[in-house]
């Protein structure tokens, strides 16, 4: 059983698993029912995953980073995101996020060229 919010709601339960609360039960407080999620991967050339730092625009509340990538939740709307990783050149990718569904997102990042002296 994971509760990554510590609401007291199993994640496969809970309709927002990284905000605790629910806007039906706390008067307006908590996850909003109107806001979307994202699940993002960011991978090598041979489809491993990198390690990155990432800039949301707009920023974000909260992101959650796992082994398999990094995930959250986003009011609807149009989100670009930068993706930077030591030895990878930089990645910049536009998305759209919907109210009740999931962005799932994949980038791969390529590796930077040695510089020559």
Known sequence: VTDTDGDGIDDSL????????????DEGQGCPTQWGYFFLRVLNERKL???????FRPSVREIV?????YAGILRPGTYSLNIEAPGYRAA??????????KALLEVRLERAEEVQP
């Open 65 to 69: 980073a796992s082994e398999d990538g």
């Open 14 to 25: 809970d309709e927002c698993p990284l905000d605790p609360g629910s806007s039906e039960v």
């Open 92 to 101: 910049h990718v536009n998305f759209d996020v919907r109210a009740d569904q």
């Open 49 to 55: 995953p990198v390690n990155a730092v990432i800039v």
